[in-house]
T-cell receptor, first 114, second 112 residues
Framework: DTAVSQTPKYLVTQMGNDKSIKCEQN?????MYWYKQDSKKFLKIMFS???????INETVPNRFSPKSPDKAHLNLHINSLELGDSAVYFC?????????????FGPGTRLTVL | AQKITQTQPGMFVQEKEAVTLDCTYD???????LFWYKQPSSGEMIFLIY??????QNATEGRYSLNFQKARKSANLVISASQLGDSAMYFC?????????FGKGITLSVRP
């Protein structure tokens, strides 16, 4: 059983398009995250949701809109895609927000904008 | 603000030898957690080990141990008896209140 799953695994699209990435976790966790890993492998948090409420929004362009329909799902919608959006996007989840809360990562979605 | 620093260039180690991957951090949070993740070429992020800021003993998980020196603000990962499958990118991360901050990562190559 996959703990944190993301779809699609690969996404190739043209500049200006709108696309979505879906994330689901079956761990019963109450907190989910989106990270962006750029071409230099640097991982940076984008958003965090706790019990469906947005708690972290790290200066991400408003073309990116996360949506959490329930605690097990956190989707990422991107409008008007730009070349610089090309990256690997990781979803993660944890139980709680405390310092011991280990994050479990999904397999990543490689987005390529042409 | 939290900051994680990993400054080593690509590391090389001979199979079966031990290797230390360096990590220093900075935070004003009184309580925090330190994590190491492995990212092989296949791309997934694999949790390796955790150290709490108030833990008295250094964490160990199989061949992985964390050399935690709080006064120096360092949390180095030690991999004993390196295996070819250890070749990967390794990220140090720190969790304060709600947020996990990653370092830039270190590439480790294990030579046969």
């Amino acid at each position: 059983d996959t703990a944190v799953s993301q779809t699609p695994k690969y996404l190739v699209t043209q500049m200006g398009n709108d696309k979505s990435i879906k994330c689901e976790q079956n761990l019963g966790h109450d907190t989910m995250y989106w990270y962006k890993q750029d071409s230099k492998k640097f991982l940076k948090i984008m958003f965090s949701y706790n019990n469906k409420e947005l708690i972290i929004n790290e200066t991400v362009p408003n073309r990116f809109s996360p949506k959490s329909p329930d605690k097990a799902h956190l989707n990422l919608h991107i409008n008007s895609l730009e070349l610089g959006d090309s990256a690997v996007y990781f979803c993660a989840s944890s139980q709680g927000l405390g310092t011991v809360a280990e994050q479990f990562f999904g397999p990543g979605t490689r987005l390529t904008v042409l | 603000a939290q900051k994680i620093t990993q400054t080593q260039p690509g590391m090389f180690v001979q199979e079966k030898e031990a290797v230390t991957l360096d990590c220093t951090y900075d935070t004003s949070d009184p309580s925090y957690g330190l994590f190491w993740y492995k990212q092989p070429s296949s791309g997934e992020m694999i949790f390796l080990i955790y150290q709490g800021s108030y833990d008295q003993q250094n964490a160990t998980e199989g061949r992985y141990s964390l050399n935690f020196q709080k006064a120096r603000k360092s949390a180095n990962l030690v991999i004993s008896a390196s295996q070819l499958g250890d070749s990967a990118m390794y990220f140090c991360a720190m969790r304060g209140i709600s947020k996990l901050t990653f370092g830039k990562g270190i590439t480790l190559s294990v030579r046969p």
